[in-house]
Nanobody
Framework: QVTLVESGGGLVQAGGSLRLSCAAS????????MGWFRQAPGKEREFAAA????????VYTDTLKGRLTISRDNAKNTVYLQMNTLKPEDTAVYYC?????????????????WGQGTQVTVSS
């Protein structure tokens, strides 16, 4: 069982940056690929980024590539999402998810554990 707790969301002006964190409980954090998803108001949840259990080969959705950096610190059981040059359309609840495999996936249904989400609001 894995429990995920996100933090770092908030209100930021367009063009600004935020760093989201997701702390995981449980053992063998490196056995889990980690992903970030987001859900904007009135829209379905969508994939943003993912990283393998050992921190290699990050994957990004094409629409956000270049503005996001996903990373992890397995010693701290934490995964991060650095977001730069934020736009109002980035306003969403951002969710951290863990997959019971060290290999990444962009598919929401392949993630087994989810955090409660953290709100990111970008003002124009």
């Amino acid at each position: 069982q894995v429990t995920l707790v996100e933090s770092g969301g908030g209100l930021v002006q367009a063009g600004g940056s935020l760093r989201l964190s997701c702390a995981a409980s449980g053992r063998r954090f490196s056995n889990y690929a980690m992903g970030w998803f987001r859900q904007a108001p009135g829209k379905e949840r969508e994939f943003a980024a993912a990283i393998t259990g050992n921190g290699d080969n990050p994957v990004y959705t094409d629409t956000l590539k270049g503005r996001l950096t996903i990373s992890r610190d397995n010693a701290k059981n934490t995964v991060y999402l650095q977001m730069n040059t934020l736009k109002p359309e980035d306003t969403a609840v951002y969710y951290c998810a863990a997959r019971s495999s060290p290999f990444t996936s962009t598919r929401e249904r392949q993630y087994n554990y989810w955090g409660q989400g953290t709100q990111v609001t970008v003002s124009s």
